[in-house]
């Protein structure tokens, strides 16, 4: 089903680094002319220098066991890239394990390595300057991506480092490019509610121990807080939307709204602008 395997990767050629996280290095790279984006644990993120530093510090039996979750990271994005299946969410060509080297970049030798489509960083403030149609239409695609975040595969999954350089612009399309912490796990609570129990956030029940809906709650209000403020800001849509847009708005700042809502929602403004609008 992927495009590349061990054998293609090992003739990438890479050409510069493009991002450096706490547990992974992104290099572009280019492969018979079309650029690629490879990923790959290295001994120079932070993760690996720390781990690095504690093999110092204990016996070689104990050291062997330190090494492992450094790994996990890159395995479990490359688990989660084989499951989960959304158009906004970056598409991985490929991957390769051979086994747990870092002392190198060649990724000829590398251990475990994966390839992505490549996109371009953006600055999400520049959302607010295109056409209403286009930031529509991205909104449109991000309620569609927390829907099955919320619906997944996998259960309810939240993404907890929800941040800007975590996005890029695949053809005109926003894509979430980082799954190194996304999780299906929700908080704790108490069924039977004690003297001195917390609620669960957001109002939410608890239900077989847990809050149901956590997840969900929690990924609508990053994605609102970053993302679709910008693209439903009320006065920039055709007048006869405004005050739909603006109310949708009020109801994304409570988080009144699941994720189907606020598609059907978005929908409706999407259908009302377009048989109403005088242009």
Same mark, same amino acid.
């Given at each position: 089903?992927? !495009?590349? @395997?061990?054998?293609?990767?090992?003739?990438?050629?890479?050409?510069?680094?493009?991002?450096?996280?706490?547990?992974?290095?992104?290099?572009?790279?280019? *492969?018979?002319?079309?650029?690629?984006?490879? /990923?790959?644990?290295?001994?120079?993120?932070? &993760?690996?220098?720390?781990?690095? /530093?504690?093999?110092?510090e204990v016996k070689t039996v104990e050291g062997?066991?330190?090494? *492992?979750?450094?790994?996990? *990271?890159s395995l479990q994005e490359i688990l989660l890239?084989? &499951?989960?299946?959304?158009?906004?969410?970056?598409?991985?060509?490929?991957? %390769?394990?051979?086994?747990?080297?870092?002392?190198?970049?060649?990724?000829?030798?590398?251990?475990?390595?994966?390839?992505?489509?490549?996109?371009?960083?953006?600055?999400?403030?520049?959302? &607010?300057?295109?056409?209403?149609?286009?930031?529509?239409?991205?909104?449109?695609?991000?309620?569609?991506?927390?829907? *099955?975040?919320?619906?997944?595969?996998?259960?309810?999954?939240?993404?907890?480092?929800?941040?800007?350089?975590?996005?890029?612009?695949?053809?005109?399309? !926003?894509?979430?490019?980082?799954?190194?912490?996304? @999780?299906?796990?929700?908080?704790?609570?108490?069924?039977?509610?004690?003297?001195?129990?917390?609620?669960?956030?957001?109002?939410?029940? %608890?239900?077989?121990?847990? %809050?149901?809906?956590?997840? #969900? /709650?929690? @990924?609508? /209000?990053?994605?609102?807080?970053?993302?679709?403020?910008?693209?439903?800001?009320?006065?920039?849509?055709?007048?006869?939307? !405004?005050?739909?847009?603006?109310?949708?708005?009020?109801?994304?700042?409570?988080?009144?709204?699941? #994720?189907?809502?606020?598609?059907?929602?978005?929908?409706? !403004? &999407? #259908?009302?602008?377009?048989?109403?609008?005088?242009?």
């Open positions: 089903r992927h !495009i590349h @395997n061990c054998s293609t990767i090992s003739s990438m050629r890479l050409r510069t680094q493009i991002g450096h996280g706490v547990s992974k290095q992104a290099f572009l790279a280019d *492969y018979q002319g079309t650029e690629v984006v490879i /990923k790959m644990v290295t001994r120079h993120v932070l &993760q690996v220098k720390n781990c690095l /530093k504690r093999l110092r062997e066991t330190l090494t *492992y979750p450094i790994f996990n *990271y890239s084989e &499951q989960l299946h959304h158009p906004n969410l970056a598409s991985m060509l490929g991957y %390769c394990v051979r086994s747990e080297e870092t002392d190198t970049t060649d990724i000829s030798e590398h251990g475990v390595v994966s390839v992505f489509e490549r996109g371009s960083s953006f600055a999400v403030d520049s959302l &607010q300057i295109l056409p209403w149609p286009s930031r529509l239409r991205h909104a449109r695609e991000m309620a569609s991506l927390l829907l *099955y975040l919320e619906l997944s595969p996998l259960g309810s999954l939240v993404v907890p480092d929800f941040k800007e350089g975590h996005l890029l612009m695949v053809k005109d399309s !926003i894509k979430l490019i980082d799954l190194d912490d996304v @999780n299906s796990l929700e908080p704790e609570c108490r069924v039977k509610p004690g003297p001195n129990t917390e609620e669960c956030p957001y109002g939410l029940r %608890c239900s077989r121990a847990l %809050c149901e809906g956590f997840n #969900a /709650k929690e @990924n609508l /209000k990053n994605m609102n807080r970053l993302v679709l403020k910008r693209l439903l800001f009320p006065t920039t849509f055709p007048s006869h939307v !405004i005050p739909e847009v603006g109310q949708l708005n009020a109801d994304l700042d409570t988080l009144k709204l699941t #994720a189907g809502q606020l598609l059907e929602r978005l929908e409706r !403004i &999407q #259908a009302l602008a377009e048989t109403q609008d005088p242009t």
